[in-house]
């Protein structure tokens, strides 16, 4: 089966950074897209970068062009989102999940992981 699974979320200041990582299981990684989404209180899901892991074209949100990096270790089928800069804007939960082209519109994604909660803050 697939499994996805988010950690490196917590507490940072603003200005701060965190690493989160997104470990697959149960298929093989170069032949997805993965991608990273997040959902703060009271809001829509909204997707915030993906990456073609087969050839690793990439796509961002324009909120974090330029602060949030993607990128992949087919080796360790792992994906992983470099946040830099961060705002209490980013405070969210984090996805992330399996699809099969570089889109940010989360109903075209089939597997989710459990999430993993970005707090920025004072």
């Known amino acids: 089966q697939v499994q996805l699974v988010e950690s490196g979320g917590g507490l940072v200041q603003p200005g701060g950074s965190l690493r989160l990582s997104c470990a697959a299981s149960?298929?093989?990684?170069?032949?997805?897209?993965i991608g990273w989404f997040r959902q703060a209180p009271g809001k829509e899901r909204e997707g915030v970068s993906c990456i073609s892991t087969n050839d690793g074209s990439t796509s961002y949100a324009d909120s974090v062009k330029g602060r949030f990096t993607i990128s992949r270790d087919v080796a360790k089928n792992t994906v992983y989102l470099q946040m830099n800069s961060l705002k209490p804007e980013d405070t969210a939960v984090y996805y992330c999940a399996t699809g099969r082209m570089l889109s940010l519109s989360p109903n075209v994604w089939d597997h989710w992981g459990q999430g993993t909660q970005v707090t920025v803050s004072s």
């Open positions: 149960g298929f093989t990684l170069r032949y997805y897209t």
